[in-house]
Nanobody, 129 residues
Framework: QVQLVESGGGSVQAGGSLRLSCSAS???????MGWFRQAPGKEREWVGD???????????EYADSVRGRFTISRDNAQNTLYLQLDSLKPEDTAMYYC????????????????????WGQGTQVTVSS
């Protein structure tokens, strides 16, 4: 069992930054950890993910819409996943969710939400123009 708790959301102006955290409890040594977002009236959208095997994290992948502005990282000791959001735009406004697929030996993560078996409760990000 893995439990995920997100934090760090808030309201910022366009161009600002936020850092979201996802604290994980349980075994994520061989997992995929991902970030998704969902705006009102829209489908849940993949933001990015990072595979973890044997406790070692590999290169993160990002959606085109956030590549170069968002960065995924992980603190192994704290079992915490981060999403750094820079150069925020109003269209980044959404509820942001942390997700995990654990255990997995897949060399690459999936960008489909149904592939993930654990989810956090979400944290709201609001970007004003």
């Amino acid at each position: 069992q893995v439990q995920l708790v997100e934090s760090g959301g808030g309201s910022v102006q366009a161009g600002g930054s936020l850092r979201l955290s996802c604290s994980a409890s349980g075994d994520t040594k061989s997992s995929c950890m991902g970030w998704f977002r969902q705006a009102p009236g829209k489908e849940r959208e993949w933001v990015g993910d990072i595979p973890i095997h044997g406790g070692r994290q590999y290169d993160a992948e990002y959606a085109d819409s956030v590549r170069g502005r968002f960065t995924i990282s992980r603190d192994n000791a704290q079992n915490t996943l981060y999403l750094q959001l820079d150069s925020l735009k109003p269209e980044d406004t959404a509820m942001y969710y942390c997700a995990a697929r654990s255990p997995t030996s897949a060399p690459r993560c999936s960008n489909h939400p149904l592939w993930y078996n654990y989810w956090g409760q979400g944290t709201q990000v609001t970007v004003s123009s």
